[in-house]
C-alpha cells in the first residue's frame, strides 16, 4: 500500500481552512446519483475514458489505485478503506482507495491496480469490470498516481477478506450522499503563509473523506453525474 496514494502529510507548518458547499443541487431519490451505474451511463463513461486509457495504460508511473464503484442494497456507492493504525509512517489511520506502487512485474497500470486491490481486500476484481483510466495525478514530489475506476458490484455479494496488517476497516459511501451539498466541503491549504491548493472534503460518512482520496473521488464522481454533481474548483496542480 502506498502512503502518498492516499493522502497528503500533514506538514507543522502547513495550515488548513475548512468550508462547507453551498451551491451543490439537491439529489432527489431515484435522480441520476441513483442510477449512475446503469449500462447506459457506463457505456457513456467507458468512451469518456478511452482516450485516457489508451494513453497511460502501459505508460511508466509511480503508482496506481482502483477507484472502487459498487452497490450496496441497490445504492450507488464508492468502497473504502481505512489504513492500520499499526503501520509506520504519518499515512496510518488514514482513508484511502486500495492502491499501491507499480511493480516491474505488472503488465499495466491496471494490473497494478487490481493486484493491489486483491493483495489489500482479498478479492480478484476482473478486468472486464474496469471501466477505464481517468486522468492520472502528478504530486509534488513528481511522482505520477494513476486512477482506475472499476465497479466491483454487489458489495453484499464480496467476499471482501481484508489484509489486517494494511487495512483496519473496509467502509463505503454512497453516491446520494456524496451529492448533497450539506455532505459537501473544501479545504484551503496554506504553505509558510501562502495560499497552496484547495482540495474537496466529504463529511458525515463513516469517516470524513479529504485530501488525495477526495479529489479521486471529485473527479469520479463529476465522470458519473455530469451537470448534477459541482464543487467549488480546485487547484490540484503539482501541488500533493
Known amino acids: 500500500m502506498l502512503a502518498t496514494v492516499l493522502r497528503l502529510s500533514w506538514r507543522p507548518d ?6 462547507t458547499f453551498a451551491n451543490s443541487p439537491e439529489v432527489t431519490a431515484h ?3 441513483w442510477s449512475c451505474l446503469s449500462l447506459e ?3 457513456r463513461c467507458r468512451h469518456v475514458l478511452e482516450a485516457p486509457t489508451a494513453q497511460y495504460r502501459d505508460t511508466k508511473v509511480s503508482a496506481a489505485v482502483l477507484v472502487s464503484l459498487c452497490t450496496v442494497a441497490g445504492v450507488p456507492s464508492f ?7 499499526t503501520l509506520l509512517g504519518s499515512h496510518k489511520g488514514e482513508v484511502s482507495f486500495p492502491g499501491g506502487k507499480c511493480d516491474p512485474s505488472d503488465q499495466s497500470v491496471i494490473h497494478t491496480a487490481l493486484r493491489e486491490t486483491e493483495e489489500e481486500l482479498g478479492i480478484q476484481v476482473l478486468e472486464e469490470n474496469v471501466w477505464g483510466i481517468m486522468k492520472p495525478l502528478t504530486l509534488r514530489t513528481e511522482m505520477v ?6 465497479n466491483l458490484g454487489c ?24 451529492c448533497e451539498k450539506q455532505n459537501q466541503g473544501y479545504t484551503n491549504f496554506r504553505w509558510h503563509g ?9 463529511l458525515n460518512g463513516k469517516y470524513r473523506i479529504w485530501g488525495l482520496t477526495a479529489a479521486l473521488t471529485d473527479f469520479a464522481v463529476k465522470l458519473l453525474v455530469p ?3 459541482r464543487t467549488r474548483a480546485l487547484d490540484l496542480g503539482l501541488h500533493f
Do not use: M, W
Open 155 to 178: 458489495k453484499e455479494l464480496l467476499s471482501l477478506r481484508p489484509n489486517r496488517a494494511e487495512v483496519e476497516d473496509v467502509f463505503t459511501l454512497s453516491l446520494p450522499h456524496i
Open 194 to 202: 501562502r495560499y497552496r491548493y484547495t482540495t474537496p472534503v466529504f
Open 227 to 229: 451537470g448534477l454533481y
Open 41 to 43: 451511463n457506463e457505456q
Open 14 to 19: 502547513l495550515t488548513r481552512t475548512c468550508a
Open 31 to 33: 435522480g441520476p446519483a
Open 145 to 150: 498516481i494513476v486512477p482506475v475506476l472499476a
Open 79 to 85: 468502497l473504502y478503506t481505512l489504513r492500520s493504525s
